[in-house]
T-cell receptor, first 116, second 114 residues
Framework: NAGVTQTPKFQVLKTGQSMTLQCAQD?????MSWYRQDPGMGLRLIHY???????DQGEVPNGYNVSRSTTEDFPLRLLSAAPSQTSVYFC???????????????FGAGTRLSVL | GDSVTQMEGPVTLSEEAFLTINCTYT??????LFWYVQYPGEGLQLLLK?????DKGSNKGFEATYRKETTSFHLEKGSVQVSDSAVYFC?????????????FGTGTKLQVIP
């Protein structure tokens, strides 16, 4: 059972480049989220999705774009990378209230991104 | 809005010492409470949870009790091991209008020395 899979694990970008962080889950979860983790700031929500075709902004959405065409996949796009986007990015999925599971988040292993 | 406050780390303990990591929360309604653990180089994973007042979550020797009167969910372990060295996150989840909102604390780093 793979759970939540993120690729790549590491990435170095130059300022202004664009890229897509991939996230896939095989648990048929409705909810998926992207967080960034920075020292001393815990996890901050970037974007989230409550189902295929439905996305919304979180706490720090600027500079990022998402789409959810299938239940399984939730890619995060950096449109024009900036040094301030250097961070560790985590994708998470969870059951919706109707599916039960009481809100447990299942995390991927993370993508470590450096923007030079 | 909802918030979670954890004690600042790092916390350094000797092996077999008693551990307490404090967590308090502010929330409207009746949230579910969680502790997650993050080992070096990995994502977060659920350690334990409690879904209503006075519930006790437990796992791997760790315990936490949902105290509504003090809005707290402190993490405890009677005897820590070197393998418990990690970052611990307190979190709450609220459902509202079909939407699940998760709020994390900033994390507390635990280092256990032999």
């Amino acid at each position: 059972n793979a759970g939540v899979t993120q690729t790549p694990k590491f990435q170095v970008l130059k300022t202004g480049q664009s890229m897509t962080l991939q996230c896939a889950q095989d648990m048929n979860h409705e909810y998926m989220s992207w967080y960034r983790q920075d020292p001393g700031m815990g996890l901050r929500l970037i974007h989230y999705s409550v189902g295929a075709g439905i996305t919304d902004q979180g706490e720090v959405p600027n500079g990022y774009n998402v789409s959810r065409s299938t239940t399984e996949d939730f890619p995060l796009r950096l449109l024009s990378a900036a040094p301030s986007q250097t961070s560790v990015y985590f994708c998470a999925s969870s059951y919706s209230e109707g599916q039960g599971g009481m809100g447990i988040q299942y995390f991927g292993a993370g993508t470590r991104l450096s923007v030079l | 809005g909802d918030s979670v406050t954890q004690m600042e780390g790092p916390v350094t303990l000797s092996e077999e010492a008693f551990l307490t990591i404090n967590c308090t929360y502010t929330a409207t309604g009746y949230p579910s409470l969680f502790w997650y653990v993050q080992y070096p180089g990995e994502g977060l994973q659920l350690l334990l949870k409690a879904t209503k007042a006075d519930d006790k979550g437990s796992n791997k020797g760790f315990e936490a009790t949902y105290r509504k009167e003090t809005t707290s969910f402190h993490l405890e372990k009677g005897s820590v091991q070197v393998s418990d060295s990690a970052v611990y996150f307190c979190a709450l989840t609220q459902y509202s209008g079909g939407y699940q909102k998760v709020t994390f604390g900033t994390g507390t780093k635990l280092q256990v020395i032999p």
